[in-house]
C-alpha cells in the first residue's frame, strides 16, 4: 500500500516535498516512480529511482528541478521539487515496480498511491 502526500498550493518559484510511505512488502523490492496527471491530459512520468536508491532518472520537465529520493529503512519515498511552474500543477502520483522494464511508462507499475494534489499559482 502507497500513500502520497505532501501536496497544496503553492506559488510560482516556490518549492514542495511530496512523500510516499509504502507498508506491506519490502520496500527495497520494489523501483519507485513518481507520475502526474494534469486535468485533461495522460498521465505522465516525472522521475524514477532504483532499489538501492543510486540511480536516479527524470522527465526532462523537471530534470534540474526536482530530486527524487528513498530512505529504505522507513520505506517512504521523496519528491523534492523547486522552482515550481504553474505548468507543474497536477495530481502527483507514487507507484512502485517489481519487474523489469524503464520505469517510464505507467504500465511498468503494479501498485499505485491514491495521489496529492499540486496547485501552482502564477
Known amino acids: 500500500q502507497l500513500q502520497a502526500s505532501g501536496g497544496g498550493l503553492v506559488q510560482a518559484g516556490g518549492s514542495l516535498r511530496l512523500s510516499c510511505a509504502a507498508s506491506?512488502?519490502?520496500?527495497?523490492?520494489?523501483?519507485m516512480g513518481w507520475f502526474r496527471q494534469a486535468p485533461g491530459k495522460e498521465r505522465e512520468f516525472v522521475g524514477s529511482?532504483?532499489?538501492?536508491?543510486?540511480?536516479?532518472y527524470y522527465a526532462d520537465s523537471v530534470k534540474g528541478r526536482s530530486t527524487i529520493s528513498r530512505d529504505n529503512a522507513k520505506s517512504t519515498l521523496y519528491l523534492q521539487m523547486s522552482s515550481l511552474k504553474p505548468e507543474d500543477t497536477a495530481v502527483y502520483y507514487c507507484?512502485?515496480?517489481?519487474?523489469?522494464?524503464?520505469?517510464?511508462?505507467?504500465?511498468?507499475?503494479?501498485?499505485w498511491g491514491q495521489g496529492t494534489l499540486v496547485t501552482v499559482s502564477s
Open positions: 507507484a512502485a515496480a517489481d519487474g523489469l522494464g524503464n520505469y517510464r511508462q505507467p504500465s511498468d507499475y503494479e501498485y
Open positions: 529511482i532504483r532499489r538501492s536508491g543510486i540511480s536516479t
Open positions: 506491506g512488502r519490502t520496500f527495497t523490492s520494489y523501483v
